[in-house]
């Protein structure tokens, strides 16, 4: 068993071998979705952690010398401009990205469990992250789906005064908070396009609450952020 613990022609095959796998693994759910960071994106930064820290004991057990984990620190804080690349501010200012690159982050940590023998932890760690990003989404959406707070994307008619909109919001029991008018893309468009916060008084299903805003006076689309 301490041969696969030691950097061993054995040990390098089996870790990096293992990378690939579980890399792979975690990236699979990513790369199913047209994600910016797939498959090959996880697969790359699980194995390159893994080299990194498998260097990184290779020098101190062979030239006796060094910090066993000092290149492993490096890709801990150093993963964050590759996971940083993968977050995105859309027009609407919806923020996309961040499970993929808290994915990324995770996927290295896997690398180099590996990189330095943990084998336990990397597979059992590469399980957890796996399931954390697949069947724990339907929870994360149910919960999401029960909020008192929607975010949106909102367009009415130029000809419906935006206080006489807000009144019957108030009426149906809902507000509008953090109300941010969206540049006109189209000067002769009869509409304007807003982002807001809007708030409920009870937890209802979003889908419901979307149905009913779209029936007030002057709302000509609506969508959820």
């Known amino acids: 068993?301490?041969?696969?613990?030691?950097?061993?022609?054995?040990?390098?095959?089996?870790?990096?071998?293992?990378?690939?796998?579980?890399g792979g693994f975690i990236g699979l759910?990513?790369?199913?979705?047209?994600?910016?960071?797939?498959?090959?994106?996880?697969m790359l930064v699980c194995v390159?952690?893994?080299?990194?820290?498998?260097?990184?004991?290779?020098?101190?057990?062979?030239?006796g010398m060094g910090d066993p984990v000092r290149m492993g620190a490096q890709v801990v804080s150093g993963i964050g401009f590759l996971g940083a690349g993968t977050i995105i501010v859309t027009r609407r200012s919806q923020i996309k990205g961040l499970t993929t690159a808290a994915g990324l982050w995770a996927a290295a940590g896997v690398g180099l469990a590996l990189g330095i023998g943990f084998y336990e932890?990397?597979?059992?760690?590469?399980?957890?992250?796996?399931?954390?990003m697949t069947l724990m989404q339907r929870m994360d959406n149910r919960m999401r789906m029960k909020t008192r707070r929607v975010d949106v994307y909102i367009e009415i008619r130029k000809d419906r005064p935006l206080g006489e909109f807000l009144r019957n919001m108030?009426?149906?029991?809902?507000?509008?908070?953090?109300?941010?008018?969206?540049?006109?893309?189209?000067?002769?468009s009869d509409i304007h396009a807003y982002t807001a916060t809007l708030r409920v008084e009870k937890r209802r299903n979003h889908g419901d609450?979307?149905?009913?805003?779209?029936?007030?006076?002057?709302?000509?689309y609506i969508e959820e952020l």
Do not use: P, W
Request: with cysteine.
């Open 1 to 22: 068993m301490d041969t696969i613990r030691e950097v061993t022609y054995l040990a390098v095959a089996l870790r990096i071998g293992a990378a690939v796998i579980l």
């Open 29 to 42: 759910e990513r790369g199913l979705k047209n994600r910016a960071a797939g498959l090959r994106t996880y």
């Open 48 to 63: 390159g952690a893994c080299l990194i820290m498998l260097t990184n004991q290779y020098i101190f057990q062979v030239y």
């Open 121 to 132: 932890a990397a597979v059992i760690g590469g399980v957890a992250i796996f399931t954390v």
């Open 170 to 188: 108030r009426e149906h029991n809902m507000e509008l908070s953090n109300l941010q008018r969206e540049r006109d893309l189209d000067s002769q």
């Open 209 to 220: 609450i979307m149905a009913e805003v779209q029936g007030i006076s002057g709302v000509e």
